[in-house]
């Protein structure tokens, strides 16, 4: 299983407070991942703050947009790979994002990872995409997928949807990667189905672990029932995390966090904090390894975007460290011995 973090790009107000991240800690944190061994450094996508965060702060919050943050990271950076958690694909225009994307990968040597979502603030498409507000973004949204899946792949394109059209369009270069890794996010059963008809792969945010588990054995199921192979379809939760020397003081973090009023604010199911505690990273290292190991158990591939509920950078950094150290390298150790006995053929 792969381990991903979070570049904080648009989490201001939301998990962390205002001000965070400055340009030079993203440049900074994206070559500590690479150096630790990570796997991937992944970005967020917002325009425009929730009431409560206008509410709760007075200056605003900085949003940095994510495809040119992992332009930057991937200058400075060899092999680490980038991606989006997730990319709100309505807020923006597919042909733009073809060319800015198939750019990256080939700038990058092919390490972009493509998450897309729908998106969840209604305030950000009443200020930024006022053509968009109140209609229907899931129909939108499957139009890009489409578009997004021709352009990187055909010569000539030539679409006809009802939001978008292009006519005998040649977008070069493609993206290095073929398939490309288009890994697209949702919660429900749509997005599930949405994955296996336009995507590589599912990237749903936190749900209960039991409830995780019944979801990536249905996407396995209809992923072949469709024709897919079901191994090749890439499982990358998007999960939260805050260590602590004590369960105790791990929770009370927690708790005390931005990522509760966050999450409360969210219009989807299974808010109460104590309930995403249990199903995130949250704890002392040894509980946290424990979830780790389930979730590997259940189907994940990739825990992708791994956001740490934090004040500070330097809390960030703090965090970043000891997860590799007590948590992803453990993990990797155990494995390493684990393939190392079946290979001598005990």
């Not at 021709?150 to 939001?163: I, M």
């Amino acid at each position: 299983m792969k381990f991903g973090i979070a570049l904080p790009t648009g989490m201001e107000g939301l998990i962390h407070p205002i001000p965070f991240f400055s340009p030079g800690d993203f440049i900074l944190t994206a070559q500590i991942a690479e150096r630790l061994g990570y796997d991937s450094i992944w970005g967020n996508d917002h325009y425009a703050p929730q009431e409560y965060v206008k509410q709760k702060y007075q200056a605003p919050p900085s949003f940095y947009e994510v495809l040119t943050v992992l332009s930057a990271a991937a200058s400075v950076t060899s092999h680490i790979e980038l991606g989006t958690a997730v990319l709100v694909l309505p807020m923006r225009e597919p042909v733009v994002v073809a060319k800015q994307v198939a750019t990256l990968d080939r700038l990058s040597g092919g390490r972009v990872l493509l998450g897309v979502g729908i998106g969840a603030y209604r305030e950000e498409f009443k200020a930024a995409r006022p053509d968009v507000f109140g209609k229907n973004r899931g129909s939108i949204f499957e139009e890009e997928l489409e578009l997004l899946n021709l352009l990187f792949t055909q010569d000539s394109v030539t679409y006809e949807g009802r939001f978008f059209q292009t006519h005998d369009l040649s977008l070069n270069p493609k993206p290095v990667q073929h398939p490309f890794p288009l890994l697209v996010g949702g919660h429900q059963l749509q997005g599930i189905t949405r994955a296996i008809n336009f995507g590589q792969g599912w990237i749903p945010g936190w749900r209960p672990f039991e409830e995780l588990k019944e979801w990536i054995e249905i996407l396995r199921v209809k992923a072949e029932e469709a024709g897919r192979d079901p191994a090749s379809m890439i499982v990358a939760p998007q999960l939260s995390c805050l260590l602590g020397k004590t369960q105790e003081e791990a929770e009370q973090r927690y708790m005390n966090s931005g990522m509760v009023q966050h999450r409360r604010s969210l219009a989807y199911t299974g808010r109460d904090p104590m309930l995403a505690m249990e199903n995130n990273l949250v704890g002392t290292p040894e509980l946290v390894l424990e979830k780790v190991e389930f979730l590997d158990r259940i189907g994940a591939d990739h825990l992708a975007c791994i956001t740490f509920c934090v004040e500070s950078v330097s809390a960030y950094i703090e965090q970043v460290h000891w997860f590799q150290e007590d948590v992803m390298k453990p993990y990797r150790k155990s494995h390493t011995e684990g393939d190392s006995v079946r290979g001598s053929g005990e």
